[in-house]
């Protein structure tokens, strides 16, 4: 474990621990260690008991499997808390894993939380709150447009636009950055979630089949697309027949996954137009030169960079690791929490 003296003559351990909480799923990073985590934002409940059962990848395999007495939440929709005290326990749950309890009881972390740009000043109480209750001694927020900036391997500081878009499971963050900071963003509760619903309207609607949340994710994965791809992808997909009741098999093309996915990636090619509409007419030709970039895991959706650059005439590449992007930058900013700290203890002066 990554244990750091906090200063050379202080004599107390610090863990600075970085975690991007993300609506489909929750990676944590340790300062010195890098990612030591990555798991699914669910949690299996016994109703009766209150007692949590399954935290992580074991939770998200009972979704939809459960009996009457257990329930498997996602305690994150949209990005944002939906049920804070399952969150909490979650968080909990993850830190202890990494840390261990009694290493916890001894030196709390201090911890770097990523949040949507677009959050309200009480979600991000809400985030800070229930950090703070999973065991934090200090925790910082960091905007995701930044992290996954950073994460992307941008160097934030210069004073040139770079435009970021960052495809998570609940939100897609875009945002121009210049000298460290956002210049022009907006945030959409348009993400992965929404192209997994988009699915299972489609198979209602087109194929008169109910297919569950993790069909839904896995045809997305397997032959999900916004572009014609060269070869035809399908995949057998097994469902419930919504007029005779029965399971049945049918076979699903790419083509129809295009026709299901318009409706969301019209929502976010709007948002990354409304940007590109926003920002000073310099940093547009800086995105004009330098392109714009994605990160997220919805970015892996196929051809989603393709169709981007065909709709915006500006170039886009996929970060190198787009799903541990934001989890990457949050992990780097660690490195400048004492500068954050004195802006921080700044900024409440200033106020004063």
């Not at 009881?105 to 709390?108: D, E, I």
């Not at 999973?134 to 447009?145: F, Q, S």
């Not at 541990?324 to 802006?343: P, R």
């Given at each position: 474990?990554?244990?750091?003296?906090?200063?050379p003559?202080?004599?107390?351990?610090?863990?600075?621990?970085?975690?991007?909480?993300?609506?489909?799923?929750?990676?944590?990073?340790?300062?010195?260690?890098?990612?030591?985590?990555?798991?699914?934002?669910?949690?299996?409940?016994?109703?009766?008991?209150?007692?949590?059962?399954?935290?992580?990848?074991?939770?998200?395999?009972?979704?939809?499997?459960?009996?009457?007495?257990?329930?498997?939440?996602?305690?994150?929709?949209?990005?944002?808390?939906?049920?804070?005290?399952i969150?909490?326990?979650?968080?909990?749950?993850?830190?202890?894993?990494?840390?261990?309890?009694?290493?916890m009881?001894?030196?709390?972390p201090?911890?770097?939380?990523?949040?949507?740009?677009?959050?309200t000043e009480?979600?991000?109480?809400?985030?800070?709150?229930?950090?703070?209750?999973?065991?934090?001694?200090?925790?910082?927020?960091?905007?995701?447009?930044?992290?996954?900036?950073?994460?992307?391997?941008?160097?934030?500081?210069?004073?040139?636009?770079?435009?970021?878009?960052?495809?998570?499971?609940?939100?897609?963050?875009?945002?121009?950055?210049?000298?460290?900071?956002?210049?022009?963003?907006?945030?959409?509760?348009v993400?992965?979630?929404?192209?997994?619903?988009?699915?299972?309207?489609?198979?209602?609607?087109?194929?008169?089949?109910?297919?569950?949340e993790?069909?839904?994710?896995?045809?997305?994965?397997?032959?999900?697309?916004?572009?014609?791809?060269?070869?035809?992808?399908?995949?057998?997909?097994?469902?419930?027949?919504?007029?005779?009741?029965?399971?049945?098999?049918?076979n699903?093309?790419?083509?129809?996954?295009?026709?299901?996915?318009?409706?969301?990636?019209?929502?976010?090619?709007?948002?990354?137009?409304s940007?590109?509409?926003?920002?000073?007419?310099?940093?547009?030709?800086?995105?004009?030169?330098?392109?714009?970039?994605?990160?997220?895991?919805g970015?892996?959706?196929?051809?989603?960079?393709?169709?981007?650059?065909?709709?915006?005439?500006?170039?886009v590449?996929?970060?190198?690791?787009?799903?541990?992007?934001?989890?990457?930058?949050?992990?780097?900013?660690?490195?400048?929490?004492?500068?954050?700290?004195?802006?921080?203890?700044?900024?409440?002066?200033?106020?004063?």
């Open positions: 474990m990554a244990v750091i003296f906090s200063g003559d202080e004599g107390v351990f610090l863990l600075d621990i970085g975690i991007d909480l993300g609506t489909a799923s929750v990676l944590v990073y340790v300062k010195g260690k890098g990612i030591v985590l990555k798991e699914p934002s669910v949690v299996a409940l016994d109703k009766n008991t209150n007692k949590l059962l399954a935290v992580g990848e074991e939770a998200r395999r009972m979704l939809g499997r459960t009996p009457g007495n257990i329930v498997s939440i996602r305690p994150l929709r949209d990005g944002v808390i939906s049920d804070y005290d969150t909490e326990r979650m968080l909990k749950y993850f830190i202890n894993k990494i840390c261990g309890s009694r290493l009881r001894l030196f709390k201090r911890i770097m939380v990523c949040v949507p740009s677009g959050v009480v979600e991000r109480r809400a985030v800070i709150d229930a950090t703070m209750q999973a065991g934090a001694r200090k925790t910082y927020l960091i905007e995701e447009p930044i992290a996954a900036a950073i994460g992307a391997g941008i160097d934030i500081s210069k004073a040139c636009g770079s435009m970021i878009v960052d495809i998570g499971g609940g939100t897609t963050d875009i945002a121009v950055i210049s000298l460290g900071g956002i210049v022009v963003s907006t945030s959409i509760k993400a992965g979630d929404k192209f997994d619903e988009a699915i299972v309207r489609y198979m209602r609607k087109k194929h008169n089949i109910m297919v569950g993790r069909t839904a994710e896995e045809m997305k994965i397997n032959i999900g697309t916004v572009y014609p791809r060269v070869q035809e992808a399908s995949m057998d997909v097994r469902g419930r027949n919504l007029i005779s009741g029965l399971p049945k098999t049918i699903v093309t790419s083509s129809e996954m295009m026709e299901a996915f318009e409706e969301p990636m019209s929502a976010i090619i709007e948002a990354v137009h940007v590109l509409e926003r920002m000073p007419p310099e940093l547009a030709a800086d995105i004009s030169d330098r392109g714009i970039v994605l990160t997220g895991g970015s892996l959706v196929y051809g989603l960079d393709k169709l981007l650059q065909e709709k915006t005439g500006i170039n590449v996929i970060a190198d690791d787009a799903i541990s992007a934001v989890a990457l930058g949050t992990g780097e900013a660690l490195n400048n929490i004492e500068s954050i700290e004195k802006s921080a203890a700044m900024e409440g002066k200033n106020r004063k």
